[in-house]
């Protein structure tokens, strides 16, 4: 059963707006969250965090928002360029078993220039 | 800093046929981790590493065997390969102290014919 989901497989937005990725979860024991940009034929690559203890994280371009209670996070890409365009993971990892990282099924974005 | 390398990038095995992926990390990393990427299903974890001398299981680890060599290698193997093994296959490693962050390799694109 998919413990990280990505509702969303896809996202087409124009060069400059504003892309928003969303994530949902159902296990209440996940504390730390991240996002990962993956371009074809590349491993994925690490691109923003957040813990649990904070509900908003900021890295340039790139915001992740934690909403605990919806059990939901988004990804926040302000101005999005073409080189964004790559899929993009949301993963999380339990408390417990902090070993394992549990990971979406993507969402592939595609800005268009 | 070549980070984590996985070798082979390209095989095409037939069903029955045994083979390793192999992947080993020049970080000093101490937990190590074997992924699978499907369409639709994200990334699953097949085995993990905490540390050297140890492994266990993921959500998918049906149908594989994992050795952790040393701290450097962590190895995947099929003894009999299934076509519902036909996946990419990606290794990746951490540090655990204070960090949160998975390093992926390029990943082992497998075809079982």
């Given at each position: ?34 996002w ?19 509900d ?14 919806a ?43 | ?31 190590m ?78 075809t079982?014919?």
């Amino acid at each position: 059963d998919q413990q990280v989901k990505q509702n969303s497989p896809s996202l087409s937005v124009q060069e400059g707006r504003i892309s928003i990725l969303n994530c949902d979860y159902t296990n209440s024991m996940f504390d730390y969250f991240l996002w990962y940009k993956k371009y074809p034929a590349e491993g994925p690559t690490f691109l923003i965090s957040i813990s649990s203890i904070k509900d908003k994280n900021e890295d340039g371009r790139f915001t992740v928002f934690l909403n605990k209670s919806a059990k939901h996070l988004s990804l926040h890409i302000v101005p999005s360029q073409p080189g964004d365009s790559a899929v993009y993971f949301c993963a999380a990892r339990p408390l417990l078993t902090g070993n394992q990282f549990y990971f979406g099924t993507g969402t592939s974005l595609t800005v268009i220039p | 800093n070549a980070g984590v390398t996985q070798t082979p990038k390209f095989q095409v095995l037939k069903t029955g046929q045994s083979m390793t992926l192999q992947c080993a990390q020049d970080m000093n990393h101490n937990s190590m981790y074997w992924y699978r990427q499907d369409p639709g299903m994200g990334l699953r974890l097949i085995y993990y590493s905490a540390s050297e001398g140890t492994t266990d299981k993921g959500e998918v680890p049906n149908g594989y065997n994992v050795s952790r060599l040393n701290k450097r290698e962590f190895s995947l193997r099929l003894e009999s390969a299934a076509p519902s093994q036909t996946s990419v296959y990606f290794c990746a490693s951490r540090q655990p102290t204070g960090a949160n962050v998975l390093t992926f390799g390029a990943g082992s694109r497998l075809t079982v014919l």
